[in-house]
């Protein structure tokens, strides 16, 4: 739903300017992905106040910034708030092939992030601690309890034992780096990403298609009930993406939530 009112979101500007029928700068779409996003992020979101998005200290990040539509990538590479709550995630829902360029989470405003767990490889680390996993310790953040959301994880795949081969080894949690083939950072820079076992995963790139062209053809052997473990403590999966990557789930909690779309 938030996808199809993203193109009318300009025009719905343009009215209210017009008219002057709103105080409130945003269409009620765009204020609920604000609301969420405030909901999920108590430690540092206060309040959305008109356009803007208030933290706790006072800072005041935009929500949408308004600029000319662009291409699928441009967007990825200049998301803003509003982009990065554009595209519902379907939680806890069957694994179906996702349509062209629907990938609920890919894009993200990168401020928000850099603010919250850290700008540089040396503030992120800082707020590492080590989550037990399997045989493995993982480095993951602190903040947001995305590291206890990760132990939580841990435990409930704990019970199902079949479970196991996916999970386990991990192919890694942080790491300081932008994502392959682009200058965008990957969430695994903040601390909130792990990826699984790769042996049982695929990835859109390994089939050598080009980011935003049609006709990926998806492939993915995560079983559902892993997913939705992940899921249910605030991780989005990138099985869920039209570029899939299907080893990869990240700390997201204003999209992953089942209440969030
Ligand atoms: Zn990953």
Redesign the pocket.
């Known amino acids: 739903m938030d996808q199809l009112l993203y193109p009318l979101r300009g025009a719905l500007l343009g009215l209210a300017a017009l008219t002057h029928v709103s105080a409130n700068p945003i269409a009620p779409a765009a204020s609920n992905g604000a609301q969420r996003l405030v909901e999920a992020y108590p430690a540092f979101l206060e309040r959305v106040d008109g356009n803007d998005v208030v933290w706790r200290d006072g800072t005041r990040m935009p929500f949408e910034v308004g600029r000319t539509p662009a291409s699928y990538v441009e967007r990825l590479d200049h998301a803003d708030l509003a982009d990065q709550m554009s595209v519902p995630y379907p939680s806890l829902a069957p694994i179906t092939p996702p349509a062209w360029n629907v990938d609920p989470g890919r894009m993200r405003f990168e401020p928000l992030f850099e603010k919250m767990y850290g700008a540089s490889s040396g503030e992120v680390q800082r707020n590492l601690v080590g989550v037990a996993w399997f045989g493995q310790t993982l480095l993951f953040s602190k903040v947001n309890g995305a590291d206890r959301a990760l132990a939580l994880v841990a435990a409930d795949v704990a019970k199902q034992p079949e479970l196991l081969a996916f999970v386990r080894p991990s192919?890694?949690t942080f790491v300081w780096r932008t994502i392959a083939g682009s200058s965008r950072r990957?969430?695994?820079a903040y601390g909130i990403?792990?990826?699984v076992n790769t042996r049982v995963s695929d990835y859109w790139r390994w089939s050598g298609a080009k980011e935003g062209a049609r006709g990926l053809t998806y492939r993915n052997r995560v079983p559902l009930a892993l997913v939705r473990i992940f899921e249910r403590h605030g991780f989005v999966w990138?099985g869920r993406w039209y570029h899939y990557?299907t080893?990869?789930?990240?700390y997201r909690p204003e999209l992953a939530a089942p209440h969030a779309n």
């Open positions: 192919a890694g990957s969430t695994h990403a792990i990826d990138g990557d080893m990869h789930f990240e």
